[in-house]
């Protein structure tokens, strides 16, 4: 808990990386976005580790410089050439992906938003043409902007 601390401290946020395991892709999520802006921390399903890492940071940078992101919102200036969907995560989720945040905060009762990201031709996973071999790989855990 002391280098989750110390990184907020330093930087505003901490970014926690999990690894693939047989149930589950790679996952990694924000700790501190809350506490330090006010912002709901961010979560991001099934990209390589080292990506979500980036995107996360690259997120708090805009968040630190007076971006807001909100769910049920479309992005299109955190990943080049893509848009990028933000939802809200149920809580009946958080103890499967941010257990740390829960740690951190002493509780669950803190916002997080999902992003969700398209394939490289532009379909999101809510989309029929979703391709099905990847669906594992980024459950929504909140409402599609069509739900």
């Excluded at 989750?4 to 395991?21: F, N, P, R, S």
């Excluded at 805009?62 to 848009?83: A, C, W």
Aim: net charge negative; with cysteine; hydrophobic share 35%.
């Amino acid at each position: 808990m002391e280098k989750i601390k110390a990184g907020i401290e330093h930087y505003g946020w901490y970014v926690i990386q999990v690894l693939e395991d047989d149930n589950n892709p790679p996952f990694g999520y924000s700790i501190g976005l809350f506490e330090t802006f006010g912002h709901p921390e961010v979560l991001i399903v099934g990209l390589k580790l080292e990506l979500i890492h980036s995107l996360i940071n690259i997120i708090g940078e805009q968040i630190r410089n007076g971006e807001t992101f909100q769910e049920s919102h479309f992005y299109s200036d955190i990943l080049t050439n893509y848009q990028c969907y933000f939802t809200s995560v149920n809580p009946e989720s958080y103890n499967d992906y941010v257990y740390q945040a829960i740690n951190y905060y002493n509780e669950s009762n803190f916002p997080l938003l999902q992003y969700i990201y398209p394939t490289v031709k532009g379909i999101y996973p809510w989309e029929a043409e979703w391709p099905e071999e990847i669906a594992y790989l980024q459950p929504i855990l909140g409402k599609s902007p069509y739900a």
